[in-house]
């Protein structure tokens, strides 16, 4: 069998429109989870990872703590606790560096990567229920705007895989805080995170990865780890890199 890469073991966004390079691993690209018993192997194949993305094994990672904490990646390690990252480097595209890679793990929940046109800033958000309904994704666009001076038309986002509407049965003491997108006991995180950032940024400018971290399936193998499938504690890893 051929060795394939990490980036071959995921699922690239390839839209033409988008400025950087982005994606989210498949199961069988391995275990990216940060409380893994074998810590080493965890750091192989994020230093692996950004190799392939950037040259060099710089990243910042995300420790999800499912709620609105944002981080600048200007001032953060290789691990963070927060739920997103934002890298501006104004000296960008004129030094042709493309930076550190920003990651962020996942198991149903959806992960939102944005970028600048000029690729000077990148960003990624995990957005889970808890997230969402602390508005993460619009105070981060705030953050964007205010403290970057980005201008939102020139901005970009993908919306990574998490579980789909078909799949995400919640409670009513959950769907409660999410109105329209909460029917018949099944919630649209998706949907709903659209709705959050249509006031900030152009319809056209915002992309779906229209898959399911529950249910989506090539053949007998699923394409994604879940947590709501089996309660695993492996993770998918959502990436974001300037391309240089």
């Not at 390079?21 to 994020?46: C, H, M, P, R």
Request: hydrophobic content about 40%.
């Amino acid at each position: 069998m051929p060795y394939l890469t990490l980036l071959e073991k995921s699922l690239l966004f390839k839209e033409a429109s988008f400025p950087a390079k982005t994606g989210i691993t498949y199961s069988l690209a391995g275990d990216f989870s940060v409380w893994q018993d074998d810590k080493a192997n965890e750091f192989s194949l994020n230093m692996r990872l950004a190799r392939e993305l950037t040259g060099d094994g710089h990243y910042h990672k995300l420790i999800a703590d499912h709620g609105d904490q944002i981080l600048d990646a200007n001032s953060c390690g290789n691990w963070n606790h927060g739920d997103g990252l934002i890298d501006f480097d104004p000296s960008f595209p004129e030094k042709k560096r493309s930076g550190a890679a920003l990651f962020s793990t996942t198991a149903d929940c959806p992960t939102v990567v944005f970028c600048s046109d000029d690729q000077r800033l990148i960003a990624i958000v995990h957005s889970g229920w808890r997230g969402t309904k602390a508005d993460i994704i619009p105070k981060a666009l705030v953050k964007i705007k205010i403290d970057f001076k980005i201008d939102l038309s020139k901005v970009k986002a993908v919306i990574f895989p998490g579980i789909c509407d078909g799949c995400y049965k919640v409670g009513e003491d959950v769907g409660s805080f999410f109105a329209e997108s909460f029917q018949d006991g099944y919630l649209d995180l998706r949907g709903f995170i659209i709705r959050q950032m249509n006031p900030y940024l152009d319809q056209k400018n915002i992309h779906i990865v229209p898959y399911c971290s529950l249910h989506s399936a090539d053949g007998d193998h699923r394409l994604f780890e879940s947590y709501r499938f089996n309660r695993t504690a492996q993770r998918n890893l959502v990436f974001v890199a300037r391309k240089t």
